[in-house]
C-alpha cells in the first residue's frame, strides 16, 4: 500500500512538472486585463448570446451556438446567429455585461464575485447587468428596489474587483 501512495505522489508530482513547464509568457499575457465570471475555457454570459438581451437582438436572453462566436477583451461570447455576431462586432462594449458578467447586486452590496443565473437581468440605460438567483435571494428584484443606488454601490466597488 505504501508503495501505491508513493506512486501517485510522483505521478501527481510528475504531472505537475510537466503542466508547469508548459505555461508560457504568452498564456499569462492572453489573459483578459479584467476579471470576468467565465464558464469553461473563457465564455461569457454562461454562453448565451449577449445581443439577445438588447431589442435589436429580441430582448430575451437565449443560448448561443457554440461555432458562432467573437472575443472581446480576452473573453469569447457565443451568438444564436450570424447576424448577431456581426452586431456585436461593430459595438462590443455595448453588449457585453457590466462588471465583467458578475452579479450586479454582489459587486455592489458584498464587493464580491458572485456568479449569475444568465437570465435574471435588467437592461438599464443601454447596459446590460446579470444577477445571482436563488429560490432564497433574488437580487435581481433587490436590485429593482434602488438601482442608482445600487449602480453606484457597484461603481465604487469595481475598481478594486476589477484587477
Not at 431589442?55 to 472581446?72: F, S
Amino acid at each position: 500500500m505504501k508503495k501505491l501512495t508513493k506512486m501517485v505522489a510522483l505521478g501527481a508530482v510528475s504531472i505537475w512538472a510537466v503542466l508547469a513547464s508548459t505555461a508560457t509568457a504568452d498564456t499569462v499575457k492572453s489573459a483578459p486585463r479584467t476579471s470576468h465570471d467565465l464558464l469553461g475555457e473563457g465564455v461569457g454570459l454562461v454562453g448565451y448570446d449577449p445581443v439577445s438581451y438588447f431589442p435589436d437582438g429580441g430582448g430575451k436572453p437565449v443560448k448561443g451556438h457554440i461555432m458562432t462566436t467573437a472575443e472581446y477583451d480576452g473573453v469569447t461570447y457565443r451568438f444564436a446567429s450570424e447576424e448577431h455576431r456581426a452586431l456585436f462586432q461593430k459595438n462590443p462594449a455595448k453588449y457585453v455585461p457590466a462588471y465583467g458578467g458578475w452579479c450586479t447586486w454582489a459587486v455592489a452590496e458584498l464587493a464580491k464575485h458572485v456568479d449569475v443565473d444568465p437570465e435574471a437581468y435588467v437592461v438599464k440605460n443601454g447596459k446590460l447587468y446579470v444577477f445571482y438567483r436563488d429560490p432564497k435571494l433574488d437580487t435581481r428584484a433587490k436590485f429593482l428596489e434602488d438601482p442608482d443606488g445600487m449602480l453606484a454601490k457597484a461603481e465604487a466597488n469595481w475598481p478594486a474587483l476589477s484587477k
